[in-house]
């Protein structure tokens, strides 16, 4: 690993986290390429992330959690150090907090006392059911319908290309309620719920698509205020979005040092690769980029950490700038190794594939910046 200063905004207690995830990803490393291949969920990443016990930063302290209030900046060193080694350990780390948040903001004491302790020990895997076949970014197109009746709540429609369908023991899924816009947990076993395997991505992952016909569940499953879950999702997307961009931070920084790796140790025309100007300088930009991303980073999970919601602006920037440098670097490693770079189920072609994701899911790079848009118009207007 290219040696990276230590950041000057990462406290002593941040330092031990950090270690904490990196020994984690190290013990994964012989065999990341075998889990980030898998569909399903891998028993041995999953095993060494259950006895870290780094879930716990996920979830509230009175509930089996670290602390009372979640702390992004930590949640983004953790995913930093597990995605450097695989994307499917950062997955499982990083979808214990996406798919469980709502519940632990929204939900009532019994639900909370009843689930988020088993999200802490990863014994109970959480899911987020937003997008539908024909929706994703635009969320309050949905045509999923929650309906109160008698004390109880029916849930009916389709969800699509949710991480941990099929895997998770429950998932907290947005709905359609009268004019507005709900949210219910609904336990994996609920009759009438049917979970099968999704699209085949590029980098493989737990993808699943789910059906509702006529879910019934109490009416203490719900989650938040009844047609007001939209607050529930921006309040997920201020603690966690920033995250994604530690974990493009991570796959950056493994992008570099697998290219630097391979540029100062092959030869070419009698001299190493990296003394070729090209190389040279397209591996020193990957640096600065990594770098440039890793600062903005943790500053905005740092200002996360005070106040999610009034800075989830940073947050999307974080998140645009991060991942598509990670995009920028891993392609430009694979170009630096040349033909090495192209050998499927090589490390960088694995880097190459899982850093495409990072720049669609929870924001895709294009809605977000447009969001930032409007942003500057009203500060200007």
């Known amino acids: 690993m290219v040696a990276v200063e230590q950041p000057f905004d990462l406290s002593e207690r941040h330092r031990k986290i950090q270690e904490i995830a990196r020994e984690v990803a190290a013990s994964v490393e012989p065999f990341a390429h075998e889990a980030d291949e898998c569909a399903d969920v891998h028993p041995a990443t999953a095993a060494a992330l259950r006895e870290s016990g780094l879930a716990r930063h996920v979830v509230p302290a009175a509930y089996g959690g670290e602390e009372e209030i979640l702390d992004p900046l930590a949640i983004a060193v953790v995913r930093e150090a597990l995605m450097y080694t695989s994307a499917h350990l950062d997955s499982l780390f990083g979808m214990q907090g996406v798919g469980s948040y709502s519940l632990a903001v929204g939900g009532s004491e019994e639900l909370k006392d009843e689930w988020l302790p088993r999200v802490a020990r990863l014994d109970a895997i959480a899911g987020l059911a937003l997008t539908e076949p024909d929706v994703g970014s635009d969320l309050r197109a949905i045509t999923t319908t929650i309906e109160s009746r008698d004390g109880e709540l029916r849930v009916r429609g389709r969800k699509s290309f949710i991480t941990n369908g099929g895997a998770?023991?429950?998932?907290?899924?947005?709905?359609?309620?009268?004019?507005?816009?709900?949210?219910?947990?609904?336990?994996?076993?609920?009759?009438?719920?049917?979970?099968?395997?999704?699209?085949?991505?590029?980098?493989?992952?737990?993808?699943?698509?789910?059906?509702?016909?006529?879910?019934?569940?109490?009416?203490?499953?719900?989650?938040?205020?009844?047609?007001?879950?939209?607050?529930?999702?921006?309040?997920?997307?201020?603690?966690?979005?920033?995250?994604?961009?530690?974990?493009?931070?991570?796959?950056?920084?493994?992008?570099?040092?697998?290219?630097?790796?391979?540029?100062?140790?092959?030869?070419?025309?009698?001299?190493?690769?990296?003394?070729?100007?090209?190389?040279?300088?397209?591996?020193?930009?990957?640096?600065?980029?990594?770098?440039?991303?890793?600062?903005?980073?943790?500053?905005?999970?740092?200002?996360?950490?005070?106040?999610?919601?009034?800075?989830?602006?940073?947050?999307?920037?974080?998140?645009?700038?991060?991942?598509?440098?990670?995009?920028?670097?891993?392609?430009?490693?694979?170009?630096?190794?040349?033909?090495?770079?192209?050998?499927?189920?090589?490390?960088?072609?694995?880097l190459y594939r899982n850093a495409r994701p990072l720049r669609v899911y929870e924001g895709a790079t294009e809605v977000l910046l447009d969001s930032l848009a409007r942003r500057l118009g009203k500060k200007v207007s």
Not at 250 to 258: I, M, N, R
Not at 294 to 303: N, Q
């Open 168 to 350: 998770a023991a429950f998932y907290c899924v947005l709905g359609k309620e009268g004019d507005g816009y709900s949210m219910v947990l609904v336990p994996a076993d609920a009759p009438g719920l049917r979970a099968e395997r999704g699209a085949d991505i590029i980098a493989p992952h737990i993808l699943g698509e789910l059906t509702f016909d006529d879910v019934v569940v109490p009416e203490g499953h719900r989650l938040g205020v009844p047609g007001k879950a939209f607050s529930l999702m921006l309040q997920t997307l201020a603690v966690f979005r920033v995250t994604v961009a530690g974990s493009a931070v991570g796959l950056g920084q493994a992008a570099l040092d697998e290219a630097v790796q391979h540029s100062t140790t092959r030869t070419q025309f009698g001299r190493p690769l990296l003394e070729l100007g090209a190389v040279g300088q397209n591996l020193a930009l990957s640096w600065a980029d990594v770098e440039s991303a890793r600062a903005m980073t943790y500053r905005a999970a740092s200002l996360a950490r005070q106040d999610p919601l009034a800075h989830l602006d940073y947050s999307s920037i974080a998140k645009v700038v991060a991942t598509e440098a990670a995009g920028r670097v891993v392609d430009r490693g694979v170009q630096s190794m040349g033909r090495f770079g192209l050998v499927r189920g090589s490390k960088i072609e694995r």
